[in-house]
């Protein structure tokens, strides 16, 4: 696997730290997700970010980030920022749920990870064949995390 540190945050402070080594079997319902972003990254074949924070955010606060950087004034479920070696994800637990409402919080925050980390990595959805692309990898990422981690509700 390739090295990561993770540090999962709420925008308004820390819920877990780790640096190098996640914990599969940890209580939290955040702390697990660490482990997605270095899957993901070993799928693809990308070494590029080496450090990975992920947030969590209201749905105001998203909606005031996505309008600040994307220019749309609507919360989102996820947002992906780069800068050399360091990723940052902001996640919407109140949109992760609302889009995918037949899933367990798990399940849909994991799709939700693996998504915002194939941003991280340069994928996008600007046109219908980025978009089949990334659909693709997405769901070829989820069903190799859920072989590693198991299909366990959370």
Known sequence: MYQYAVAITSLSGLLY????????????????CGVIVPLTAEYVKN???????????????????????RSKNYATDVLAFTSEE???????????????????????????????SLHLFGYDHQDDTEAQEMEKL?????????????????
């Open 138 to 154: 997405e769901a070829e990422v989820y069903e190799m995390i859920c072989g590693k981690l198991g299909r366990v509700g959370g």
């Open 47 to 69: 070494q590029s970010i080496t450090f990975v924070e992920i947030h969590f955010a209201s749905l105001r606060e998203m909606r005031k980030l996505n309008s600040r950087w």
């Open 86 to 116: 360091v990723g940052s994800l902001i996640v919407c637990e109140s949109k992760i749920m609302e889009k995918n409402p037949d899933l367990t919080f798990r399940d849909a925050l994991m799709k939700t990870v693996i998504h915002g």
């Open 17 to 32: 730290n780790t640096y190098m080594k996640i914990d599969l079997n940890a209580p939290t319902r955040y702390r697990w």
